[in-house]
């Protein structure tokens, strides 16, 4: 979310933001409900302030008459529907808001979709095999590392159970991953999963103003529940996409303090998504799942372009870092407007080479996202001076489970149907060398 002084004052930089990300929104009509509803509040205002008048007169017995009781009941008759139209306009105020975007950088590729995104590095070299090669279900079957058929009829469409070594494989990225980064000083954290409807709707995960099942990919938990004193409670629960809105929801309502910038979270957590904008992609397999594992990045700067910007390439060198260190062919895209959320700065994907589809699968997202979500969560720092600003928050995936499993079957798989356990990783198998055909 914007400051509203911003948006007036920068009408034309927004309106191209609206254009080049593709979003369906009125500026002028959000502009128009802005001056009406500061109208409101101005009158509101004015008609309290006299209605404040009167009941002091009312107080005095020498001032209370029938012409001044009478002008009481009328105010406040009056002041109540001007609050009821405040409120009618405020709700449409509020609805545009949430969707004004963030002005992208200077360097993001102007594009009306994904096909328009822009390769700008690649490394590694490509396997190649003197033997035909196997899926990666395919392996995994041979080696009993997943059971997608039970996997279904216990948890539905998308379930899937990991096993044997796939099990230690797993988990040993997911250490690889928490031990790397707080070597590099990031604070590990396990966030909790279940979350309030507040920390969702601050980083950006629901469309518009609330939840709307048909178009937000998070599962949304239908229950009641126990407040502390006992009682019941009826609060919308979801369940996190990645624990980044748990993260970023850490210091909500909060001031920090300049010296403890910049912050730096990494959290590990399970994740879960509905993917109900994926119907019918990747129905086999577990490249897309409901559920899955996750290391992520996230960290909170000065409300300084240069620095978040600095902040945010660190992050995305780390990502590249482990893809190296596990010798796995990748590539870098920067993402184009078209192809961006509202709230998005810049934005960066990484993807591994999958060997079954000929080519390359993304395995990370890192988004600087300036002050558009801190100013959603109400996070702040109070600088040297003594002001108040808004933190700059930036995200980005360390490594996700499924996908990376995917490619290290298929990358180091051998010809007698073995898999080559990359180096790294080795410790936390016990320091096998390879997953071998039982």
């Given at each position: 979310?914007?400051?509203?002084?911003?948006?007036?004052?920068?009408?034309?930089?927004?309106?191209?933001?609206?254009?080049?990300?593709?979003?369906?929104?009125?500026?002028?009509?959000?502009?128009?409900?802005?001056?009406?509803?500061?109208?409101?509040?101005?009158?509101?205002?004015?008609?309290?302030?006299?209605?404040?008048?009167?009941?002091?007169?009312?107080?005095?017995?020498?001032?209370?008459?029938?012409?001044?009781?009478?002008?009481?009941?009328?105010?406040?008759?009056?002041?109540?529907?001007?609050?009821?139209?405040?409120?009618?306009?405020?709700?449409?105020?509020?609805?545009?808001?949430?969707?004004?975007?963030?002005?992208?950088?200077?360097?993001?590729?102007?594009?009306k979709n994904e096909t328009e995104n822009v390769e700008v590095e690649k490394?590694?070299?490509?396997?190649?095999?003197?033997?035909?090669?196997?899926?990666?279900?395919?392996?995994?079957?041979?080696?009993?590392?997943?059971?997608?058929?039970?996997?279904?009829?216990?948890?539905?469409?998308?379930?899937?159970?990991?096993?044997?070594?796939?099990?230690?494989?797993?988990?040993?990225?997911?250490?690889?991953?928490?031990?790397?980064?707080v070597e590099k000083g990031f604070v590990p954290i396990i966030p909790p999963?279940?979350?309030?409807?507040?920390?969702?709707?601050?980083?950006?995960?629901?469309?518009?103003?609330?939840?709307?099942?048909?178009?937000?990919?998070?599962?949304?938990?239908?229950?009641?529940?126990?407040?502390?004193?006992?009682?019941?409670?009826?609060?919308?629960?979801?369940?996190?996409?990645?624990?980044?809105?748990?993260?970023?929801?850490?210091?909500?309502?909060?001031?920090?303090?300049?010296?403890?910038?910049?912050?730096?979270?990494?959290?590990?957590?399970?994740?879960?998504?509905?993917?109900?904008?994926?119907?019918?992609?990747?129905?086999?397999?577990?490249?897309?799942?409901?559920?899955?594992?996750?290391?992520?990045?996230?960290?909170?700067?000065?409300?300084?372009?240069?620095?978040?910007?600095?902040?945010?390439?660190a992050m995305v060198e780390i990502s590249k870092e482990l893809h190296r260190?596990?010798?796995?062919?990748?590539?870098?895209?920067?993402?184009?407007?078209?192809?961006?959320?509202?709230?998005?700065?810049?934005?960066?994907?990484?993807?591994?080479?999958?060997?079954?589809?000929?080519?390359?699968?993304?395995?990370?997202?890192?988004?600087?996202?300036?002050?558009?979500?801190?100013?959603?969560?109400?996070?702040?720092?109070?600088?040297?001076?003594?002001?108040?600003?808004?933190?700059?928050?930036?995200?980005?995936?360390?490594?996700?489970?499924?996908?990376?499993?995917?490619?290290?079957?298929?990358?180091?798989?051998?010809?007698?149907?073995?898999?080559?356990?990359?180096?790294?990783?080795?410790?936390?198998?016990?320091?096998?060398?390879?997953?071998?055909?039982?």
């Amino acid at each position: 979310m914007l400051d509203i002084n911003f948006i007036r004052e920068n009408t034309v930089a927004i309106k191209k933001a609206v254009k080049n990300k593709n979003i369906e929104l009125d500026l002028d009509k959000l502009l128009k409900l802005d001056e009406k509803r500061r109208k409101l509040l101005q009158e509101i205002e004015s008609l309290r302030e006299r209605r404040n008048e009167i009941a002091n007169l009312l107080k005095d017995p020498k001032k209370r008459n029938k012409k001044i009781i009478e002008e009481g009941r009328t105010l406040k008759d009056k002041i109540s529907a001007i609050d009821k139209e405040y409120n009618k306009v405020f709700s449409q105020y509020e609805t545009l808001m949430v969707m004004v975007p963030t002005i992208p950088s200077d360097d993001t590729p102007i594009g009306k979709n994904e096909t328009e995104n822009v390769e700008v590095e690649k490394w590694g070299k490509l396997p190649k095999f003197d033997f035909k090669p196997k899926d990666y279900m395919e392996l995994a079957k041979d080696l009993e590392l997943l059971d997608l058929d039970r996997g279904v009829k216990v948890a539905g469409y998308r379930g899937y159970y990991v096993k044997n070594e796939a099990v230690m494989l797993q988990l040993g990225l997911m250490m690889y991953a928490l031990t790397k980064l707080v070597e590099k000083g990031f604070v590990p954290i396990i966030p909790p999963t279940l979350v309030r409807e507040f920390a969702l709707f601050g980083s950006g995960y629901f469309a518009g103003k609330n939840y709307n099942p048909e178009v937000d990919e998070i599962y949304k938990v239908e229950n009641k529940d126990k407040s502390a004193d006992g009682k019941d409670q009826k609060e919308d629960k979801f369940l996190i996409g990645t624990s980044e809105p748990s993260l970023l929801a850490h210091y909500a309502n909060e001031v920090l303090d300049e010296k403890d910038l910049p912050v730096k979270f990494v959290g590990f957590s399970q994740c879960y998504r509905s993917e109900i904008g994926s119907y019918g992609k990747d129905t086999k397999g577990i490249y897309r799942v409901h559920e899955f594992m996750k290391v992520e990045q996230v960290c909170m700067t000065k409300a300084d372009v240069k620095e978040s910007d600095k902040m945010h390439k660190a992050m995305v060198e780390i990502s590249k870092e482990l893809h190296r260190e596990l010798e796995l062919p990748y590539r870098l895209i920067q993402i184009c407007t078209g192809d961006m959320s509202a709230g998005k700065y810049k934005m960066f994907d990484i993807e591994v080479w999958i060997p079954s589809k000929n080519g390359y699968g993304e395995t990370g997202s890192a988004s600087n996202f300036l002050d558009w979500q801190s100013r959603r969560l109400n996070v702040k720092y109070k600088d040297k001076k003594g002001n108040k600003n808004f933190v700059h928050m930036i995200n980005n995936t360390a490594i996700p489970s499924p996908r990376f499993l995917i490619a290290i079957l298929e990358n180091y798989q051998n010809k007698d149907g073995s898999i080559t356990i990359p180096k790294v990783l080795r410790p936390y198998l016990g320091n096998k060398k390879k997953i071998g055909i039982k």
